[in-house]
């Protein structure tokens, strides 16, 4: 079971950029895929971007398609959110978890291993 840690939130202004990690535990984190949520206060959980196991293939949701970059360092055992362009409506709790469903899935029910997530917040 891997166990997973985000960490790099913080609050910046509108326009500026942050880079999320997720460090994940256990020796077979590079046969997973990953991927990124966020939930803001009220809203549900929304699917940001997914990463195969390589890294070399990745989707991303439409409000996040060119502003935000994910990546991968199996070395490291880690997953990265780099976050440009940041814009208020960005501000939310980021979560990491581990793809258990099928590849192109956006749904939360089809990640698990979940982080306890890492507060990120954009000001106007």
């Known amino acids: 079971q891997v166990q997973l840690v985000e960490s790099g939130g913080g609050l910046v202004q509108a326009g500026g950029s942050l880079r999320l990690s997720c460090a994940a535990s256990?020796?077979?984190?590079?046969?997973?895929?990953m991927g990124w949520f966020r939930q803001a206060p009220g809203k549900e959980r929304e699917f940001v971007a997914a990463?195969?196991?390589?890294?070399?293939?990745?989707y991303y949701a439409d409000s996040v398609k060119g502003r935000f970059t994910i990546s991968r360092d199996n070395a490291k055992n880690t997953v990265y959110l780099q976050m440009n362009s940041l814009k208020p409506e960005d501000t939310a709790v980021y979560y990491c978890?581990?793809?258990?469903?099928?590849?192109?899935?956006?749904?939360?029910?089809?990640?698990?291993?979940w982080g306890q997530g890492t507060q990120v917040t954009v000001s106007s």
């Open positions: 978890a581990r793809l258990v469903g099928n590849w192109g899935t956006q749904r939360g029910a089809d990640f698990g291993s």
């Open positions: 990463i195969s196991w390589s890294g070399g293939d990745t």
């Open positions: 256990g020796r077979t984190f590079y046969m997973y895929a």
